[in-house]
């Protein structure tokens, strides 16, 4: 547990995963559905595709004409729908499709957790 992230008050930081049984934060939903304008490539990583709403958004992103690319380790219902569908670890796999091989992605990534 000590390994584990903490905040400044020394508690367990809550990573942002929807745990089986709880909704999905509203003002998550709400950013989705600001951002989806501007969205360019719609990636799915590590998802069932049968857990409402998240498994609605590759479906409604298909329909706005955005390109969906699917990273699983087994094809879900949506993969034939995809534009792009890849069967694998999200690790081995990311860093390969985004071109981060040369130790970047651990720098991206962090960089996008700050």
Do not use: Y
């Amino acid at each position: 547990v000590d390994k584990l992230p903490h905040d400044a008050e020394g508690r367990l930081l809550r990573p942002a995963v929807v745990w089986f049984g709880e909704s999905m934060d509203d003002r998550v939903i709400a950013r989705v559905e600001l951002e989806q304008d501007r969205c360019e490539l719609f990636v799915v990583v590590g998802a069932s595709a049968v857990v409402h709403p998240a498994a609605g958004f590759s479906s409604a992103m298909a329909r706005r004409g955005v390109p969906v690319c699917e990273i699983n380790l087994d094809s879900t219902s949506v993969s034939q729908t995809c534009n792009f569908a890849f069967q694998g670890k999200a690790a081995d796999l990311l860093p390969k499709l985004f071109d981060l091989d040369d130790g970047s992605a651990q720098e991206t990534a962090a960089t996008a957790a700050a």
